[in-house]
């Protein structure tokens, strides 16, 4: 006898680390909060703007900020075929400023721009914070009155209350204008180097490359003795104090509660004049689920004229995680994947040649088209009824050889809304049925 052929065995693959698969059924938590965030886009007449994922090197280390920790430690950068290095997109607003110039829209008035979608930082991976993540995010260019400040801030303070975000808290600072930072930075950092043995390692790296990011330190003993240093506040110009206190009049004007916290900064580079964030008491110690400010010399010095912007972008990562914990207390209601109106039973050669034909009328019925759910299986008329109620389908059509060939339907109610008892239709008269009709049936 000869031998049996050695066969091998295949190891299955895994996702890399912080590459995380969204399956089906998280994906209606998803779909929930893109959802409800178009809807307040269209609201606010904001368009939506798509960039690649992959971009030059060069727009991030301009526009963000090569002493930044996102461009120094975070991002995903390579070589491409043609010698030329490229990154995977580690945030939304350098590449919309990129396009917005490139394609001459800046040149055509004010914009009002949102974006959704992936974006990539290597660092460690924790709840609601992935390797592969995904934020939305607005973006403002053109608009210089603190109103935009204003407008944008409430627009992501209503999303958040919308989708049912509890405990949040707007946190609210004023960077000044470059003038100010240059005059602020100068004062921080003699003040910080005669503290410099106190710091923290992290924070005595950052000295000499972005002294303004101590401020934003996390670590406890640099936050208490940061308590003496001096404020970005005390730096502001006349201006730029008659400004920050037009946002704020505007944000109390409209009910907005807020916090000021002049140790408040955001970790890229861009940034000027308002700078927020709102968190949530939900999120324990990742309390931030939104982030933004003004950033009006971004469009600039990307190789566009001179431009004031503002924008901010969500977590929706985070955002997930809110709303499942929400549900799970019972303060949100149930998000549950869209369930089929009709659950279609074949068996049988003509019955399920029939079926295919059928389910595609169903789902292209003018002015009313029925999501069908297509049973593939062969399996007998039993077993396809229970996965007809298990589908959450509020009626099953049956079609065996019998009903194919007499040119019928077999109508099953599947809840108690539905009714009761079997009917049976001619299939054209059941695709002529009014979706109300339906409803009368049992």
């Not at 998280?26 to 904001?46: D, G, N, S």
């Not at 005390?234 to 916090?259: C, K, T």
């Amino acid at each position: 006898m000869g031998r049996s052929p050695i066969r091998t065995v295949l190891k299955p693959l895994q996702s890399l680390r912080g590459m995380v698969d969204l399956l089906p059924g998280q994906t209606p938590f998803w779909q929930r909060i893109e959802a409800t965030a178009r809807e307040h886009f269209r609201r606010a007449a904001v368009e939506e703007i798509r960039t690649p994922l992959l971009e030059v090197t060069e727009l991030f280390a301009r526009g963000i900020g090569e002493a930044t920790d996102v461009v120094g430690k975070e991002m995903y950068s390579f070589e491409d075929r043609g010698a030329r290095s490229c990154t995977l997109r580690p945030e939304g607003t350098a590449s919309v400023v990129r396009a917005a110039i490139q394609h001459g829209l800046v040149a055509q008035g004010p914009q009002r721009l949102w974006y959704g979608g992936p974006m990539f930082r290597y660092e460690r991976p924790q709840a609601g914070r992935q390797r592969q993540f995904h934020q939305i995010g607005l973006e403002f260019l053109g608009h210089a009155d603190p109103r935009s400040d204003v407008e944008a801030i409430a627009i992501a303070w209503d999303l958040l209350m919308d989708l049912g975000v509890g405990g949040l808290s707007l946190e609210l600072n004023s960077l000044g204008s470059p003038e100010d930072r240059q005059r602020y930075r100068a004062e921080l950092l003699a003040w910080l180097e005669a503290h410099r043995e106190r710091l923290d390692p992290d924070s005595q790296n950052r000295i000499t490359t972005n002294p303004l990011r101590v401020l934003d330190s996390k670590n406890p003993d640099t936050q208490a003795l940061l308590a003496g240093a001096p404020t970005l506040a005390d730096a502001l110009s006349g201006e730029s104090h008659g400004r920050f206190l037009r946002v704020r009049q505007g944000l109390e004007a409209l009910a907005i509660p807020f916090e000021l916290n002049p140790r408040l900064v955001r970790g890229l580079d861009y940034y000027g004049h308002t700078a927020f964030e709102i968190t949530s008491s939900q999120l324990g110690a990742q309390a931030t689920v939104c982030g933004g400010g003004r950033y009006d010399g971004l469009v600039e010095q990307l190789g566009g004229p001179p431009t004031p912007a503002i924008g901010w972008a969500m977590g929706m990562e985070r955002l997930v995680l809110l709303l499942s914990q929400a549900m799970e207390a019972g303060t949100q209601a149930p998000v549950t994947a869209a369930q089929p109106d009709l659950y279609l039973v074949n068996r049988g050669a003509l019955g399920e040649a029939c079926a295919l034909e059928l389910a595609r009328r169903c789902r292209q019925r003018p002015g009313a088209p029925l999501a069908v759910q297509l049973d593939l299986s062969g399996a007998g008329f039993d077993k396809q009824l229970k996965r007809a109620r298990r589908s959450g389908a509020r009626w099953a059509l049956v079609l065996g050889d019998e009903e194919a060939g007499a040119g019928q339907v077999r109508l099953l109610p599947l809840d108690a809304e539905a009714g009761s008892g079997d009917r049976v239709l001619s299939r054209e008269a059941f695709l002529a049925l009014p979706p109300h009709e339906l409803k009368r049936l049992g």
